[in-house]
């Protein structure tokens, strides 16, 4: 039978295990239980890129999927860089009509970065890899760079007019393309998101290039 004495010194080791108290009554904790970051991890390829699963449950085959997972990531990139042609006129334009194309600019770039997530999910939804870093961006799309420079407010509109025409002649291609593969879901993407929305941008900032008196006629 244990004496009081042996049970003393049974907690006491078991407190010693865990950790010496603290003074506000918190197990301190000792230097080898410190959790660190498993860092500079490697490992082979999850998929490699322009490549789909063989099988995804979406009622498509692969042949169908891999072709609209390459027309979407060309127009991914190519509505990236819209996107931000768009962020780099709002920081740079100048002139009377500074106020209304600093918010117009603005407006269309967070319409823009709508498009983006939904043509990247549909990328992934179809078993494929969208592109995501920049410079896979910039070696890929079709829209001019356009220089670093700041540009007077005709300019950038003609920029943004460029690109939003590039966009929509490859949408109105691609739209016919999936829909003769039978693949619905990307043609209604091109068609009521993307079209839409670029043919909207469009008007609205070519109406800005419209030469019109001011005041009288």
């Given amino acids: 039978m ?16 865990k950790g010496a108290a603290s003074s506000n009554g918190q197990a301190a904790v000792q230097p080898g239980n410190v959790e660190q970051p498993i860092l500079n991890q490697r490992a082979d390829m999850l998929q490699r890129f322009g490549i789909v699963t063989p099988r995804m449950p979406v009622g498509l085959d692969a042949k169908v999927r891999q072709q609209s ?16 042609l768009y962020k780099k006129h709002h920081w740079q334009v100048v002139g009377p009509t500074f106020y209304q194309l600093h918010l117009l600019y ?11 997530d939904a043509i990247a999910e549909r990328i992934q939804l179809l078993g494929g890899v969208s592109y ?5 961006v910039a070696e890929n799309t079709a829209i001019p760079r356009a220089p670093r420079d700041r540009e007077e407010a005709p300019v950038q509109v003609s920029r ?15 739209a016919k393309k999936s829909d003769d593969a039978g693949d619905d879901g990307t043609n209604d993407l091109i068609v009521s998101q993307l079209i839409r929305t670029n043919e909207l941008q469009a008007w609205f900032v070519s109406e800005h290039v419209v030469d019109t008196p001011l005041a009288r006629s």
Avoid at 69 to 84: E, F, G, K, Y
């Fill in 2 to 17: 244990a004496t009081k004495e042996t049970t003393k010194k049974a907690s006491s080791s078991k407190a010693a295990g």
């Fill in 69 to 84: 997972v390459d027309m979407l990531n060309q127009l991914l990139v190519d509505t990236i860089t819209l996107r931000d």
């Fill in 106 to 116: 603005d407006k269309h770039y967070e319409e823009q970065n709508v498009l983006v």
């Fill in 132 to 136: 995501a870093m920049a410079p896979d």
């Fill in 160 to 174: 943004l007019l460029e690109a939003h025409e590039i966009i929509l002649k490859e949408c109105h291609e691609y």
